[in-house]
C-alpha cells in the first residue's frame, strides 16, 4: 500500500500547490483588468472658438490611482479669429479626467498638477512643447466609461485696457467621450 499512498501524498502536494496557485490569482487578475498600457490619443481644439487652442497627441495607462498621461507632442496656437487681438502668457497647461454630471453639461472631476508653459503668444504665433507627463488621480472604484480627458490651458491677457489688463482666462479641449468605453471597472472594487 506504500505505492498508493505516496500516490495520494503527490496529488494531495499537488492540488494543494494549485489552490495556493489559484488563491493568489484574482490579485493578479485584478492588477491587469484595473491597468491599460500605453493607449493613443490625440486631442485637439484647433480650429474652435478658444482663443488658445492646443493639439496633443501621446499615450495613456491606467492604473488603480492613477491616469498617467504622456504627451509626446504639444502644439500651442493663439488665434486670429477671436475679439482679444492682443499678445496672451499661456501661463501652465494640465489634464483631468471630466465626466457629464445629472444637470448635463460637463465637469472637471479631478485634476492633474500643472505643467507650466509661461509663453507670451500673440495671434497667429505657436509654440510646441514634448516629452510631458500628467498624472491624474483616480478612485479605483471611478467607472472610467463615463469618463474622458480634458486639457485645459491657463491664460492671461496682456494688452488690454488698464480696466481688462491682466484677465485670467481658460481654454479648453477634450478627447473622444468614449475615450474609456471599453473600460470597464471590475464589480465590488
Not at 505516496?6 to 485584478?30: C, D, G, I, W, Y
Not at 487681438?85 to 444637470?103: C, D, E, H, Y
Not at 483616480?138 to 491682466?166: F, H, M, Q
Request: with cysteine; net charge positive.
Amino acid at each position: 500500500m506504500k505505492p498508493a499512498g505516496n500516490t495520494f501524498r503527490k496529488r494531495f502536494a499537488l492540488a494543494l500547490v494549485a489552490a495556493l496557485m489559484l488563491a493568489s490569482q484574482p490579485a493578479e487578475s485584478r492588477a491587469r483588468v484595473a491597468r491599460r498600457q500605453n493607449v493613443p490619443f490625440t486631442i485637439s481644439s484647433l480650429g474652435s472658438a478658444f482663443g488658445v487652442q492646443v493639439k496633443l497627441s501621446g499615450t495613456y495607462t491606467v492604473s488603480e490611482k492613477y491616469v498617467e498621461v504622456h504627451v509626446e507632442r504639444v502644439l500651442i496656437y493663439v488665434s486670429e479669429h477671436c475679439p482679444y487681438q492682443g499678445r496672451r502668457l499661456v501661463n501652465t497647461l494640465l489634464v483631468g479626467l471630466a465626466k457629464k454630471p445629472p444637470r448635463g453639461g460637463w465637469e472637471m472631476e479631478s485634476r492633474s498638477l500643472p505643467v507650466f508653459v509661461e509663453q507670451v503668444l500673440s495671434p497667429r504665433e505657436e509654440h510646441r512643447l514634448a516629452g510631458l507627463r500628467f498624472q491624474i488621480p483616480r478612485n479605483a472604484k471611478t467607472e472610467l466609461s463615463g469618463r474622458w480627458l480634458v486639457v485645459e490651458a491657463e491664460e492671461i491677457s496682456l494688452d488690454g485696457t488698464d480696466e481688462d489688463g491682466g484677465v485670467k482666462g481658460y481654454a479648453f479641449a477634450h478627447s473622444r467621450r468614449d475615450l474609456f468605453a471599453d473600460f470597464v471597472t471590475e464589480p465590488g472594487r
